[in-house]
């Protein structure tokens, strides 16, 4: 009985040592895309606004390419958090504002 007992136990230690990446999608590289819509695009010209790429951040039109740093995935069910690279600045000319480290959380409720 104590042999079992044992055996047991050494089966739950190694269950409670192995890494989480067993159980998670390591996210490495890669881009994210953030297209703004029609009426994102035009709210922004009526207010004689501006955003603009930070490196490495790249936009193309209204399309804004951010190179993904890090992230981690649970294997399950794709939920997680994914961290990018660079950002964007919204001007109006006189003053600017400076959004950067920007991440993408998944969870229950979808994506934010």
């Known amino acids: 009985m104590t042999r079992i007992r044992?055996?047991?136990a050494l089966?739950?230690?190694t269950m409670l040592a192995l890494p989480s990446a067993a159980l998670a999608l390591k996210v490495n590289g890669g881009t994210t895309q953030l297209t703004l819509s029609t009426a994102a695009s035009n709210a922004l010209s009526a207010n004689h606004?501006?955003?603009?790429p930070v490196t490495p951040a790249t936009a193309s039109g209204s399309n804004f390419t951010?190179?993904?740093s890090r992230g981690r995935l649970r294997k399950s069910n794709l939920r997680g958090v994914i961290l990018q690279r660079g950002g964007?600045?919204?001007s109006n000319g006189t003053r600017s504002v400076s959004v950067r480290h920007l991440s993408l959380a998944s969870g229950v409720h979808g994506v934010w």
């Not at 606004?49 to 603009?52: D, G, I, Q, R």
């Open 49 to 52: 606004l501006t955003v603009t």
């Open 11 to 13: 089966a739950v230690i």
């Open 88 to 90: 964007f600045v919204i």
């Open 6 to 8: 044992s055996i047991a």
């Open 66 to 68: 951010f190179p993904i």
